[in-house]
């Protein structure tokens, strides 16, 4: 069993606390795993990822190579689509809806969607507006989260302790606040493969 | 013990801590930030009282590290690799004169240049000055090299040089901690006091001693645990994969190598087993992160000797970082991607953040050099070199930090009016103050604009040696105090601003000015902390 994950946003967007929480159920979960991620210079508003690859047997590169990422999440929608090449024949692409336009040049967004009218295995939602719904503007990230786990290798159960230990630090209400993300985004990714 | 999920760089810095360290003399940049940073939270460091402040630049951290191993404590100084270039010369001469308490120097390279002005590989600089050089290939071995590596640095009576590359500092594995170790108590080396004294009569006797070294240290690389040489398959094209580039050898080989394999993570190189893999193939492909240093060695200048590929002979792109997909291609292997990038795709650059006070000091400046179409500003390193980008575009050079300063000052002298330089505080104090103190001596007709936000911001908003200090350095280094003003970088004061760089501007020797308004990154960071 292996899943080699790419996380995707703009800096600022909480990109590496969603793979944090990943890391941590995966460890838990007496997983192998690596994580690259990105720090520095375009955590100032530039394009950031993170390759994050879990196996039962260790894991050599810290790099996913082209064309063997099982999952895409990003929280950006063009985001998604720079590492395209990553992505395997039968991977997935789960994403937020709403783009992050802090560029002059950003496409159009219909073009955009046009290119995930292309995808075989996509799920497209709008976290923001759930989190928003939700009384937790700020878990959007979280939310993705839920929506992703349907296609990640571990218990979900394991990824609601990944929040409780990242997010312990910060109080008890920042936890339940992001579990309660958590179990609304798997909800509604559910019911949107279903539609 | 139980695993840890740590950075590459927190896998050093923990490694540090377990192995008693006693002191990291750093100066933040990129890959390099979180060894120290980790430290300066580490409640076991805090118990221990390790010393772990940030130092004003690279050159006095090497410095004041190697004041503390002479003092018989184990030290570690981190930074990226063109911070080694300022360390330089303390770095080349601590190999001269040796260590006595262990030493580890921590360069973080950053081939293709994630966050950096060069991909300078600085093995090279381990090569130069004949010590030791450690390439981990992974977390656990960064951990497990820097843990043994003060002993051995002690018993060697040299520094080790650890070099990292971006994908190892900044990549997260579970890492198997070791029992914590006993700091060193002080004591002063009475062995061979005169070598800290590298008068030159000291100085050859310990070039010599550095030079017959050398057969040991490269013993100790052949007989390294770190280095092996895999020959249960034998094939005509035998590989050489240094650091991490091993770890994108087996990614393509998960079933094993098909390859005669030589992995290497110390150097100096192990002879031996380069001869082995030599004998038992016709052709050596090298896999290394950075420049090719070990294929040029191999090859030789003239490439009379062994068939040697990499880098050199388009196997790899000659630069750019390592990736499982450039070493597959090199192997002969086919990468395949089902989906291309679409053509809509367009770059997100980095900028300014919104509300950032350099924004309005660009703003104030951009607005007055349109009066003057001679201007010329040059700037420097930090968050405010993303002035260069649109919709600002307000400078024209960034080079090393502090050259902005002495760049206006050699312009001005070559005719170049108004001659304005931009600089950050942090970068100020790390090598722009003897670049005034020369404008000074020379009363130089340039506008110097130290941006100040209290913060070193690009890496992360650490302390900046400079808080609350600016003006008093200014004044002592001789700026007239007529011509260093202070003013707070905001809207409501884009009126006074200009009409300060225009005076300025007109008049003719040093002027400087300090805008100064907290990174709001950092504003932000400290409310939150004061709130838990
Ligand atoms: C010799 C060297 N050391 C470190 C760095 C990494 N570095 C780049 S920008 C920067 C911070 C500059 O801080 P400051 O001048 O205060 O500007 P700010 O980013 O806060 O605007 C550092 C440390 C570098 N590029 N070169
Ligand atoms: S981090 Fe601070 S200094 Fe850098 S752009 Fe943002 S506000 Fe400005």
């Given amino acids: 069993m292996k899943t080699d994950i790419i996380l995707a946003g703009v800096g600022g967007q909480g990109i590496l606390s969603l793979a944090a929480v990943i890391g941590e159920a995966a460890l838990a979960d007496g997983l192998y795993?690596?994580?690259?991620?990105?720090?520095g210079m375009s955590q100032r508003g530039g394009d950031v990822q993170s390759h994050l690859r879990i196996s039962d047997?260790?894991?050599?590169s810290d790099l996913i190579p082209l064309g063997q990422a099982d999952l895409i999440i990003s929280l950006e929608p063009m985001e998604a689509l720079r590492y395209l090449p990553y992505l395997q024949k039968d991977g997935w692409v789960v994403t937020h809806s709403e783009p992050f336009e802090n560029i002059p040049n950003y496409p159009e967004i219909?073009?955009?969607?046009?290119?995930?009218?292309?995808?075989?295995?996509?799920?497209?939602?709008?976290?923001?507006?759930?989190?928003k719904e939700l009384g937790t503007p700020r878990s959007g990230n979280i939310v993705l989260l839920g929506a992703a786990s349907l296609y990640l290798p571990i218990d979900f159960s394991k990824l609601e302790n990944g929040i409780r230990r990242i997010f312990g630090k910060k109080g008890e209400d920042v936890v339940a606040m992001n579990l309660k993300a958590l179990q609304a985004g798997k909800k509604i990714g559910n019911r949107t493969i279903f539609t | 013990?139980?695993?840890?999920?740590?950075?590459?760089?927190?896998?050093?810095?923990?490694?540090?801590?377990?192995a008693g360290l006693s002191g990291v003399y750093s100066y933040p940049g990129t890959p390099s930030t979180e060894i120290t940073e980790y430290i300066q939270s580490s409640s076991l460091a805090r118990e221990r009282k390790i010393v772990s402040r940030w130092c004003s630049n690279e050159k006095t951290a090497v410095e004041t590290a190697l004041g503390m191993s002479y003092a018989g404590k184990r030290v570690i100084s981190c930074m990226k690799h063109v911070g080694l270039n300022v360390a330089a010369d303390a770095f080349m001469n601590t190999a001269m004169s040796g260590v006595n308490g262990g030493m580890i120097i921590v360069s973080a390279d950053d081939p293709s240049m994630h966050s950096s002005q060069n991909e300078q590989d600085n093995r090279v600089y381990g090569n130069f000055a004949l010590l030791p050089v450690f390439e981990p290939s992974n977390q656990q071995e960064a951990y497990d090299m820097v843990y043994e590596g003060f002993e051995l640095s002690e018993r060697w009576g040299y520094p080790i040089l650890l070099r990292i590359t971006t994908r190892m500092a900044h990549s997260r594995s579970g890492v198997q901690t070791r029992e914590v170790q006993p700091q060193n108590p002080m004591h002063i080396d009475s062995n061979e006091p005169s070598r800290y004294i590298l008068l030159p009569v000291n100085a050859r006797r310990r070039y010599k001693?550095?030079?017959?070294?050398?057969?040991?240290?490269?013993?100790?690389?052949?007989n390294s645990t770190y280095n092996r040489l895999f020959l249960e398959h034998r094939a005509p094209l035998g590989i050489v994969a240094c650091g991490i580039a091993f770890n994108y050898l087996q990614e393509n080989y998960p079933d094993g190598f098909k390859h005669p394999v030589l992995k290497i993570s110390q150097y100096p190189l192990p002879k031996k087993q380069l001869m082995q893999l030599a004998d038992s193939c016709e052709a050596i492909l090298v896999l290394e992160d950075g420049f090719p240093v070990v294929e040029e060695q191999l090859k030789g200048y003239l490439g009379l000797g062994l068939n040697v590929r990499g880098r050199l002979d388009g196997s790899l792109p000659r630069d750019g970082e390592l990736t499982p997909d450039n070493v597959r291609k090199a192997l002969g292997m086919e990468v395949v991607s089902p989906f291309s990038a679409p053509a809509i795709l367009v770059n997100r650059p980095p900028a300014l953040c919104a509300g950032c006070g350099h924004r309005d000091v660009y703003q104030a400046l951009n607005d007055v050099l349109k009066e003057y179409p001679g201007a010329q500003v040059f700037s420097d390193i930090g968050c405010y070199t993303l002035g260069a980008l649109p919709p600002f575009r307000a400078i024209h050079s960034c080079i090393d930090m502090g050259a902005s300063i002495t760049m206006a000052k050699g312009?001005?002298?070559a005719g170049v009016f108004p001659s304005i330089a931009v600089i950050g505080d942090s970068t100020f104090?790390?090598?722009?103050?003897?670049?005034?103190?020369?404008?000074?001596?020379a009363n130089a007709n340039v506008l110097i604009i130290i941006s100040d936000n209290e913060t070193t911001g690009m890496t992360g908003g650490q302390d900046s040696a400079a808080t609350g200090r600016i003006h008093a350095i200014c004044q002592g280094i001789g700026v007239e105090p007529g011509h260093l003003h202070g003013i707070v970088p905001l809207k409501k004061n884009y009126e006074e601003m200009k009409a300060i760089i225009r005076k300025e501007i007109d008049y003719p020797g040093v002027s400087v000015i300090v805008p100064c308004r907290e990174c709001i990154q950092t504003h932000a960071r400290k409310v939150k902390l004061n709130r838990r």
């Fill in chain 1, 33 to 39: 795993m690596k994580q690259a991620e990105v720090h």
């Fill in chain 1, 110 to 131: 219909s073009e955009v969607m046009k290119v995930y009218e292309t995808l075989p295995h996509k799920v497209i939602l709008n976290v923001e507006q759930i989190a």
């Fill in chain 2, 411 to 413: 312009a001005a002298e």
């Fill in chain 2, 209 to 222: 001693a550095l030079l017959a070294k050398q057969d040991e240290f490269r013993m100790a690389s052949e």
């Fill in chain 2, 1 to 18: 013990m139980k695993k840890q999920l740590l950075l590459g760089d927190e896998a050093i810095a923990q490694a540090a801590i377990d």
């Fill in chain 1, 57 to 60: 047997r260790p894991v050599a």
């Fill in chain 2, 429 to 441: 104090t790390h090598s722009g103050m003897t670049g005034l103190l020369d404008c000074v001596n």
